[in-house]
């Protein structure tokens, strides 16, 4: 009798582990927009709301982007990928490509022939390697904006700049008053990306594109221009001193939300911590400030002398692909079609750019009025954003990172360094 | 196939290591080895075939010889400072000082302290505008030495040396200090009566007596800077222009980062060769008399 027992337990245990491993769909990432669980075991966020639109199980697995990087080469390469994965556009996308589902027939069962026009199209074409579509962008980011303090602009009587020289003079006087004018975590490399691109493209549009395809030289005259700027920045006084040993995040951030650095370049992203009070409030915990300050957000200063300060450039935030193997395929695109359009309104009640057309940002949470217009003022930007953020070979990345810092070094001329980069593009397989 | 029973027993005593070692070591160096002859970005299913061009771009790769003058910088730097300091800090213990029991804890505190926390906390001390030290700098009205630490491609990695310095010296502290109970006391005694001095016994007396544990911290240390990775990732990612770049480090990028898991295995592969090296350098060191 005893033994009959046992044999019913492990056959009911085999039939219910079974069963989860049919239904419950896998997914990691290194953001998961909030699609987990807090530190005390409750659902949180975008996960409360992913249930309630009735996805199915969904095992979330969260990494540090490091970690994240290491293990889905682990886990693609040994055939233990799971159902769904988060991806950058670009280099990291365009590697695991060959592994993905074709997500087109999936779109085109779920919306239609046209569901295309459902999308932003930058992003859509962003997650496209060689005409299959291997993910789909969850949210957008748009970088190449100029966040300013409006508070401590006030307190010493100037105007956010909108040249060049303005940026210059701006930044040195609050320098000379003890304040930190533009900060910048020129030891991360993604954002010095984002600085590049944001120069190149206000003083000759798409050349850096060109040049990233190989239709260009990277020793073309905007972009050592580009870069000679770049390097400027870090002896006319607009880069705070010490500004290779500082990350974008914390130390920028830091700097800049709790009222120590006047200006800052940063993105859409960036949006939830600063503007709304959730998040401001994460922030002044974090960082231990209490004060209020009016954050604003424009573009880079005009450097071209047309009168117009840059414009953004973006790409998607994170995109979620579909693992071929996947033996959950069914399930794992509900899961995705809801992660992906039901929970649009989620990702802009925290003010992320949606990645599909006609969810506007929620502002309900917006710290003030002046944020509100700040707000809107960005998403008048993104309407008309040109360009995109992520590159697509790594390759090219390396040595534009290299060039742009021994250019702030002073190792190299900005000729020496775009020739560098040029080596390296005439290097890539295209 | 056993000449006796002796030799069969040897051979089941070796046997579980041997398999380990197998698993665990000789395989995964004869994967890279095979790898590194070929091009690969670590994932897709296809690989080409390029022979020596790895090995080949490795010798002329500024950015990997870069990362091999700063391991072997911080190599001796770091591993002599921190065998100075620790057999000063065991000499200046054995004598006759109170709350020893509270000295050791202080210096062996850094040891226990993850490495993550150490790279967070010398991040914010060495802050150019915002950091404990330049503060501490300005409020001694020595303005003139403040200085961007991390962000100055001519100090960064001596700044980096300096935390791994403060963190291990306690390690090297321990083992001299345990090395040091085992002198027999006669000697200090037999010493101080023929009229010898400190300086004198230390270096006719402590230093000779604890080769061994000199022999042990160098490979200790050597291994230690061949592996170094997480303060270098933590604080400087390499940077800035390169400056604190490591082997360690540059492996990542490459294979990680940029794909190139066939070139990173070819250079995890001269870190291996490297340690044999130094390692059998160091072991006929000791065992020459």
């Known amino acids: ?430 | 196939m056993f000449k006796n029973k002796s030799n069969f027993v040897d051979v089941i005593y070796i046997l579980p290591a041997f398999i380990f070692i197998t698993i665990f070591f000789f395989y995964p160096i004869g994967y890279i080895f095979g790898i590194s002859f070929y091009e690969w970005n670590g994932i897709s299913q296809n690989r080409t075939y390029v022979g020596l061009e790895n090995y080949r771009d490795f010798f002329t790769d500024k950015i990997a010889l870069k990362s091999l003058i700063n391991q072997f910088l911080w190599g001796v730097i770091t591993i002599l400072s921190q065998m100075f300091l620790g057999l000063g800090m065991a000499i200046l213990l054995r004598s006759q000082a109170r709350f020893k029991i509270i000295y050791k804890l202080i210096f062996f505190f850094p040891n226990v302290i993850a490495v993550a926390v150490v790279a967070y906390v010398f991040n914010k001390i060495y802050d150019n505008n915002f950091g404990e030290l330049n503060l501490l700098l300005e409020s001694i009205k020595l303005n003139f030495l403040t200085h961007p630490w991390l962000g100055d491609p001519n100090t960064a990695l001596y700044a980096l040396m300096i935390a791994n310095i403060w963190q291990w010296t306690g390690f090297s502290f321990l083992l001299y200090h345990a090395g040091m109970t085992q002198i027999n006391e006669e000697l200090y005694e037999s010493a101080r009566i023929d009229g010898a001095n400190l300086f004198a016994i230390v270096k006719n007396i402590i230093i000779p007596l604890l080769k061994p544990t000199h022999i042990a911290l160098l490979i200790l240390g050597v291994i230690g800077t061949l592996k170094t990775f997480d303060i270098i990732y933590l604080t400087t990612k390499g940077g800035p222009a390169r400056s604190t770049e490591f082997l360690s480090t540059y492996i990542f990028q490459k294979g990680i980062m940029e794909f190139k898991a066939s070139y990173a295995s070819t250079m995890a592969l001269m870190i291996v060769v490297i340690a044999l090296i130094l390692t059998i350098l160091q072991v006929k060191g000791y065992n020459r008399k």
Request: charged content about 20%.
């Open chain 1, 1 to 430: 009798m005893g033994n009959f027992f046992k044999m019913i337990v492990i056959c009911f245990t085999i039939i219910s582990f079974t069963n989860i491993a049919k239904s419950e769909v896998t997914y990691s990432c290194w953001n998961c927009m909030m699609l987990g669980i807090d530190g005390e075991g409750n659902l949180e966020g975008a996960r409360v709301d992913y249930n309630a639109k009735g996805g199915p199980d969904i095992a979330v697995t969260n990494y540090p982007y490091g970690d994240y990087l290491q293990a889905l080469q682990l886990n693609m390469i040994s055939g233990t990928s799971d159902d769904l994965m988060a991806f950058q556009v670009g280099a990291m996308i365009n590697q695991y490509a060959e592994y993905l589902e074709d997500l087109t027939p999936y779109c085109e069962k779920e919306w239609g022939a046209n569901w295309k026009d459902k999308f932003l199209a930058v992003g859509i074409d962003q997650v496209t390697v060689d005409g299959k579509l291997v993910a789909l962008p969850q949210v957008m980011s748009a970088a190449g904006a100029l966040w300013y303090n409006q508070t401590i602009l006030d307190q010493y009587n100037l105007s956010v700049p909108t040249n060049w020289d303005e940026w210059i003079s701006v930044s040195n006087t609050l320098k000379d008053n003890g304040v930190i004018g533009f900060m910048h975590g020129a030891k991360d490399s993604w954002v010095n990306y984002d600085m590049f691109i944001g120069i190149a493209n206000e003083l000759d549009p798409g050349v850096i594109y060109e040049a990233e395809a190989g239709n260009a030289s990277w020793t073309h005259d905007s972009l050592v221009k580009a870069m000679s700027m770049w390097g400027e920045m870090f002896s006319n006084g607009i880069m705070q001193e010490g500004a290779l040993g500082n990350s974008q995040y914390p130390d920028t951030h830091q700097g800049f939300t709790s009222g120590n650095a006047a200006m800052m370049t940063m993105g859409t992203w960036n949006n939830f911590s600063t503007f709304t009070n959730e998040g401001l409030k994460g922030s002044k915990a974090s960082y231990g400030f209490s004060e209020d300050f009016k954050y604003g957000i424009t573009g880079l200063p005009d450097m071209n002398g047309d009168g117009k300060h840059g414009r953004l450039f973006a790409s998607p935030d994170v995109s979620i692909g579909m693992s071929a193997s996947s033996s959950n395929k069914d399930e794992a695109w509900k899961a995705l079609k809801i992660i992906i359009e039901d929970l649009q309104p989620t990702y802009a009640r925290d003010l992320w750019v949606p990645s599909m057309n006609g969810v506007p940002f929620d502002m309900s949470d917006a710290t003030s009025d002046f944020a509100k217009a700040a707000l809107e003022y960005e998403l008048g930007m993104i309407e008309n954003a040109y360009g995109k953020r992520e590159f697509i070979y790594a390759e090219i990345k390396t040595a534009l990172g290299d060039a742009m810092q021994n250019v702030a070094v002073g190792n190299m001329t900005a000729l020496e360094a775009m020739e560098m980069v040029e080596e390296a593009s005439q290097s890539v397989k295209r």
